[in-house]
Nanobody, 121 residues
Framework: QVQLVESGGGLVQAGGSLRLSCAAS????????MGWYRQAPGKQRELVVG???????RYADSVKGRFTISSDTAKNTVYLQMNSLTPEDTAVYYC???????????????WGQGTQVTVSS
């Protein structure tokens, strides 16, 4: 089991920045991958950025060059630095952790409760 708690959302003007945090209940070294997703009203949840245990990242095209994922293993926390925000970034942002077990082979996904990001024009 992994509990995830997001924080850092809020209201910001276009062009501004926010940093989201996702605190995990266990060591990041025991988690195979983590990611940030977002869901805007009336839209499907989409991947913003994912990071594997090896440090490989995958960003959505819409956020490349503006958003950066990082982690602090001492705090079991993953961050999402969001710069140059636009109204199109308005959404509920969710943190996800994936734990893979080998016997039997299975992937478990755990989600946080989400944090609202609103960007005003």
């Amino acid at each position: 089991q992994v509990q995830l708690v997001e924080s850092g959302g809020g209201l910001v003007q276009a062009g501004g920045s926010l940093r989201l945090s996702c605190a995990a209940s266990r060591s990041l070294f025991s988690i195979n991958a983590m990611g940030w997703y977002r869901q805007a009203p009336g839209k499907q949840r989409e991947l913003v950025v994912g990071i594997t245990g090896g440090g490989s990242t995958r960003y959505a095209d819409s956020v490349k060059g503006r958003f950066t994922i990082s982690s602090d293993t001492a705090k079991n926390t993953v961050y999402l630095q969001m710069n140059s925000l636009t109204p199109e970034d308005t959404a509920v942002y969710y943190c996800k952790a994936t734990v893979v077990i080998s016997t039997p082979p299975y992937e478990y996904d755990y989600w946080g409760q989400g944090t609202q990001v609103t960007v005003s024009s």
